[in-house]
């Protein structure tokens, strides 16, 4: 079984018996690396950690690991240090963090009441 490694390790997917050489031969990006695996991964909780599948790290909306992108209403923002969370107006908002194919993505329901 062969895994589509992305940028960081991110697994993209996998294929069961194809051909290497050909499959090379379409290789572009996001996939970066084509490696053997031993079973399906499972995406939304493992990644490729160089040389075997492992587990992605779970963290709280307090504590994100640094640096990743957080998402709140359409908006991007890149963290490189915790940030505080404050809004124009009181209410429930969803918070997407990304942190890299190490760490789970997250959704998290933050109720701002200033």
Known sequence: MKGLIGT???ILGYLQNVDEKLLRNYLQPPVVEIVDIDRVPDTDSE??????????????????????????????????E??????????TYQIFVDAGPQY?????EYDYQP
């Open 47 to 80: 990644y490729w950690d160089g040389g075997r599948l492992a587990g992605r790290k779970d963290y709280q909306l307090n504590s994100l690991p640094l640096p990743c992108t957080v998402y709140i209403e359409g908006h991007e923002y890149r963290c490189h």
């Open 82 to 91: 915790q940030p505080e969370f404050v809004f124009d107006a009181p209410g």
């Open 104 to 108: 789970l993505e997250k959704v998290f």
């Open 8 to 10: 960081g390790g991110r």
